[in-house]
């Protein structure tokens, strides 16, 4: 029989992290050059994982006691296992395997065992073994003083201690971050389960914890059906919760969670799920909750009534082409998601199933809406009840002279229970021809038009004008030329580029078409962003018309380390006042407000962003949003600050302006801690949010505190305190305080 090794397999499994915690520290020799025979009766079987093979730098047979003895170098390789020795002694006529001296084991299931004793079983099955160190196939750790296999299945360990945590490299005598310890240790790997008895948990050293019994999942297994950790917390008004999680493997691809959860001072029950299921072609999660309230947690105060949400996601391919999906969410009321502390959920909940194909450049899509409003200030009437939408949008290929057509057709459809619908279908032909001159400026030629088609019923025309119904048009074929010109140039390492970028637009004027419903350019923001764009508007029921010129320029300054500075500003002239602009957008007069931003980055520790909109006469701001990053790791701090001026308030809300903060310090390699804030300055002015959190978190385990104080108010949402606390242990779970 030919001689194989197998160090190569046990270098790479074994050597690479076996330090400390369990004294995992074995050393090997080289392989002896020549090989050991085997013994006829060691090397019967039908096929190769049934063979054993063995070597040795030295063998004896003691055929008087039915002994074969290896010494130096022992290597025994039998169904995939493999047992490395100083010696080893087979016994025949007791079918047994002796083995001593700097012993390893490597398992099936990647598990590699240490000891200085080990008593095996001819067939690998069952074996004993005392002062027992095991290094995982997830790099987790276990000792034990005694150690017994049967079966081949189990493995039970007495007097067992496990930790996935690594040992301090500075002080390996230092307490693990935790581990756990047990009377018996059960790892069963058929069931790939790990069983504790008379357990309990050491924190830095220090007990904290004690079972009778725990359990939990192998590192070759992913999932596995259980009670996950509960959560314990408080929750503003609602008081004192207890949730205990129960996780179900239904299938290798779906699962299911059912989370019951009582509130103690309410005396409230709730109960929440989740199923989740990977398909063939796609996946689809489906959440959903629900709780019997009496008078205190009822939406409608003083009345007993059932509240409750769902939700459901889902996307599915149909072919290379072709994927269809849904996004749903159904709540019982306005406030229940809020109350409840279900996140993710702002003022309205949308549901919507879809179809969508991509192809080449091209794009086509069908959407269908409904929408549910969680806003207590917002009339129900002005949410539609229905919204269908379709579009196709084509990008052709360049011809030799570099021109190229794109075409885009959209379909909509609104329905509401006030009867104020509307129907639109819209498209856009649009021809391009980008240049760059030998001197570097860059020129692109468009000419498009775009014609939309509307029935509507019940339109608002002004308050002294009957509400108009019937079918309107509208169109709007527009002509523009862009230049570019960016001059570069060098001082040492540092890169300056100064690039002027003007755009002539020729139209016609569009004026203030009341009878043309406004669906999908409601809310109109003049910015940098926009400026250098044909239509201003984010939606096609209003268009930039007229003859006018965007202009401005971009100024930046790169270093070699790194370092970066952006600065740009432009303006828009207009040869008439268009009357289509809304006021105060900035763009109503000739000459409209100056947009730009600023960004200063010289190195790592400090990050500004300015972006603004300022005031054509005078400069004085009118929108205003700054962003400011500074400091290290250590100690990093971030304010943001925003304002919109009743000058530059399209909605005629008044002033907005809030400012936030956060400090953020890593006080040493695992602990750090946040500081965060929002605070509105406008009226009603007042603190909004606040809070501060503390986390520790390395290879293993995570603890992090949480504290924030929202001052939200809606009917049964009162302002309320919150304070978390998450424990999370690697391989066996979290739990939250």
Same mark, same amino acid.
């Given at each position: ?17 076996? $330090? ?12 002896? *050059? ?22 040795? !730098? ?64 001819? !067939? ?6 005392? *002062?027992?160190? /095991? ?58 389960? /790990? ?24 590192? $070759? ?15 503003? %008004? ?222 608002? @025309? ?75 508007? %984010?939606? @096609? %029921? ?52 100056? /947009? ?30 700054? %962003? ?21 308030? $399209?909605?005629?809300?008044? !002033? ?60 049964? @949402? ?20």
């Amino acid at each position: 029989m030919a001689n194989v090794t197998f160090k190569s397999i046990i270098y790479s499994v074994a050597i690479g992290g076996l $330090t400390s915690i369990l004294s995992i520290t074995p050393s090997y020799q080289a392989m002896a *050059n020549t090989a050991a025979q085997i013994s006829p009766e060691i090397s019967q079987a039908s096929n190769d994982d049934e063979n054993i093979q063995f070597s040795a !730098d030295n063998l004896i047979h003691d055929k008087d006691n039915s002994l074969t003895i290896a010494r130096g170098n022992v290597e025994i390789s039998y169904r995939g296992e493999v047992l490395l020795a100083d010696e080893i002694t087979f016994n025949r006529a007791a079918e047994q395997i002796s083995a001593k001296g700097n012993i390893s084991f490597l398992q099936k299931n990647g598990d590699v065992l240490f000891s200085d004793n080990l008593a095996l079983k001819t !067939d690998f099955m069952s074996g004993a073994a005392e *002062n027992v160190r /095991v290094l995982m196939s997830d790099d987790s750790r276990a000792a034990a003083a005694k150690m017994r296999r049967e079966g081949g299945r189990f493995t039970i360990f007495e007097k067992g201690v496990y930790s996935p945590c690594k040992p301090c490299e500075e002080n390996p005598k230092k307490p693990l971050v935790w581990q756990l310890k047990a009377n018996e240790i059960r790892h069963d790997t058929k069931q790939q389960r /790990v069983e504790y008895k008379d357990a309990y948990i050491e924190l830095f050293g220090i007990p904290i914890a004690y079972t009778p019994y725990l359990s939990h999942p192998d590192p $070759t297994r992913k999932k596995a059906t259980g009670f996950l950790s509960p959560n314990y917390g408080s929750n503003g %008004d609602l008081g004192t919760f207890i949730e205990t999680p129960y996780y179900i493997d239904t299938s290798p691809s779906s699962d299911f969670i059912l989370s019951p959860l009582w509130y103690t001072s309410e005396n409230q029950f709730l109960l929440s799920g989740k199923y989740r299921r990977q398909t063939s072609n796609g996946q689809f999660e489906v959440s959903a909750s629900g709780t019997q309230t009496d008078g205190i947690g009822s939406y409608t105060s003083g009345e007993e009534e059932f509240r409750g949400h769902l939700t459901a996601d889902g996307l599915f391919d149909i072919d290379s082409t072709w994927r269809w999906g849904i996004d749903a969410a159904r709540s019982t009321d306005k406030t229940y998601l809020k109350r409840y502390n279900f996140e993710g959920h702002d003022t309205t909940l949308t549901s919507n199933i879809f179809m969508e194909g991509f192809r080449h450049k091209n794009y086509m899509a069908a959407n269908a809406y409904t929408f549910q409003n969680l806003r207590s200030s917002r009339d129900d009437d002005e949410v539609p009840d229905f919204v269908g939408t379709g579009e196709y949008n084509f990008v052709g290929e360049p011809s030799r002279h570099g021109d190229y057509w794109t075409l885009d057709g959209s379909f909509l459809s609104i329905m509401r229970s006030n009867s104020n619908d509307t129907q639109r279908v819209h498209g856009k032909a649009a021809w391009n021809l980008p240049t760059t001159l030998d001197t570097g400026e860059i020129y692109t030629l468009s000419a498009s038009l775009q014609s939309s088609l509307y029935y509507v019923s019940s339109q608002d @025309v002004g308050s002294t004008t009957p509400k108009y119904s019937g079918v309107r048009g509208q169109y709007m074929p527009q002509v523009s030329l862009k230049w570019q010109y960016p001059l570069a140039r060098k001082h040492g390492t540092v890169t300056e580029v100064f690039e002027p970028i003007a755009a002539f637009y020729v139209a016609p004027n569009v004026g203030n078409r009341t009878k043309i419903p406004n669906e999908d350019s409601l809310d109109f923001q003049f910015s940098d962003s926009n400026l250098f764009t044909e239509n201003k508007f %984010d939606g @096609v %029921d209003r268009f930039t018309g007229g003859h006018h010129i965007d202009y401005g320029f971009k100024w930046s300054v790169q270093g070699a380390s790194g370092g970066s500075s952006h600065f740009f500003i432009g303006q828009s002239y207009r040869l008439r006042k268009d009357s289509a602009m809304p006021e105060k957008s900035g763009l109503e007069d000739h000459f409209s407000d100056y /947009v730009g931003r600023a960004r200063i980055s010289p190195n790592n520790f400090i990050d500004l962003l300015y972006r603004f909109r300022l005031a054509k006469e005078s400069f004085e701001p009118r929108q205003s949003d700054f %962003d400011l990053t500074i400091g290290p790791e250590s100690l990093r701090f971030n304010l943001d600050y925003n304002f919109i001026g009743r000058e530059a308030d $399209t909605g005629n809300f008044g !002033d907005r302006e809030q400012v936030g903060a956060t400090i953020s310090t890593k006080l040493s390699r695992y602990w750090s801690s946040q500081l965060y804030g929002t605070h509105r300055l406008s009226n009603p002015s007042g603190m909004m949010t606040a809070g501060t959190s503390f986390k520790y978190e390395d290879e293993c385990f995570t603890f992090n505190i949480d504290f924030k104080r929202s001052r939200f108010e809606d009917q049964d @949402v009162t302002a309320n305190d919150s304070i978390k606390a998450t424990i999370t242990f690697k391989n066996l779970g979290e739990i939250s305080l």
